[in-house]
C-alpha cells in the first residue's frame, strides 16, 4: 500500500521557516518524481514545487527564490524548506507523486503564518 505521511507544518510569524518532510513508502521512492502542492482556504489546489528521480527541481512561481525541495532516497523522503514565509503561504501542504494519469496524496500538514 502507498503511503505518504507529511510532517512539520505548524504556526510561524511572517518572515520565519519551516521545513516539512514526506515520508514514502509503497513504492520504488528513488524512481519517481515527487511533488509538494498546497491548498488555501476557499482556493484550489495549486502545485508548488516538483523534484524529478535525478533531483532537478522545479517551482511555482510564487515559490521561487523562498522555498526549496530535496530528497534523500535513502530514507524515501522528500522535503520542503520554506523561507522568508509569508502569511498568503497559510494553506495545508500536500505530498504528491504520480503514476501516469494517477495522483497519490499524503493526508496533509497545515502551515499557519501570521502576525
Known amino acids: 500500500q502507498v503511503q505518504l505521511v507529511e510532517s512539520g507544518g505548524g504556526l510561524v510569524q511572517p518572515g520565519g521557516s519551516l521545513r516539512l518532510s514526506c515520508a514514502a513508502s509503497?513504492?520504488?521512492?528513488?524512481?519517481?518524481?515527487m511533488f509538494w502542492y498546497r491548498q488555501a482556504p476557499g482556493k484550489e489546489r495549486e502545485w508548488v514545487a516538483t523534484i524529478s528521480s535525478s533531483s532537478m527541481t522545479h517551482y511555482f512561481e510564487s515559490a521561487k527564490g523562498r522555498f526549496t525541495i530535496s530528497r534523500d532516497n535513502a530514507k524515501a523522503t522528500v522535503y520542503l524548506q520554506m523561507n522568508s514565509l509569508k502569511p498568503e503561504d497559510t494553506a495545508v501542504y500536500y505530498c504528491?507523486?504520480?503514476?501516469?494519469?494517477?495522483?497519490?496524496w499524503g493526508q496533509g500538514t497545515q502551515v499557519t503564518v501570521s502576525s
Open positions: 504528491n507523486y504520480k503514476v501516469g494519469r494517477d495522483n497519490y
Open positions: 509503497g513504492f520504488t521512492f528513488s524512481t519517481y518524481a
